[in-house]
């Protein structure tokens, strides 16, 4: 059966934990150096590692990416933050690749998938 999965993650990459009134590091890491918020990433280049980088590591297949705005809570400084989401709809690639041969041996359209994160303009 096919396994379709809906992560989102604000972009860029900023990973805390709140406890209390503090931000603590996670526990665990993901191999995201370079493509943090601390490091001046765009949306763009953040979303790009997680998805090479992460993703596709974990044997998911990108189908669409959609950048959307996410209201955050505020803070002592302002009632709340507008940061970017990005909300990636995923198959696994096992899954995918008997689709797209099915696709292709049955003579249908050839099945293409654009992995890449949306344009900067936006």
């Not at 809570?73 to 302002?78: A, V």
């Not at 949306?118 to 936006?122: F, K, L, S």
């Given at each position: 059966?096919?396994c379709?999965?809906?992560?989102?993650?604000a972009?860029?990459w900023?990973?805390?934990?709140?406890s209390?009134?503090?931000?603590?590091?996670?526990?665990?890491?993901?191999?995201?150096?370079g493509?943090?918020?601390r490091d001046?990433?765009s949306?763009?280049v953040s979303l790009?590692?997680?998805?090479?980088?992460?993703?596709?590591?974990?044997?998911?297949e990108?189908?669409?990416v959609s950048?959307?705005?996410y209201i955050s809570?505020?803070?002592?400084?302002?009632d709340?933050?507008v940061?970017?989401?990005a909300?990636?709809?995923?198959?696994?690639c096992?899954?995918?690749?008997d689709?797209d041969q099915?696709?292709?041996?049955?003579?249908?359209?050839?099945?293409?998938t654009?992995?890449?994160p949306?344009?900067?303009?936006?």
């Open positions: 059966q096919p379709t999965t809906l992560p989102r993650a972009q860029p900023c990973p805390f934990v709140e209390g009134t503090k931000q603590l590091p996670p526990s665990e890491t993901l191999d995201m150096v493509a943090r918020c001046g990433a949306f763009e790009r590692a997680l998805v090479e980088r992460v993703l596709c590591k974990c044997g998911l990108i189908v669409s950048r959307v705005p809570e505020g803070d002592q400084y302002k709340y933050y940061l970017w989401d909300i990636i709809v995923c198959k696994s096992e899954i995918a690749e689709q099915a696709k292709t041996e049955s003579a249908s359209v050839p099945a293409t654009d992995a890449s949306p344009p900067a303009a936006m």
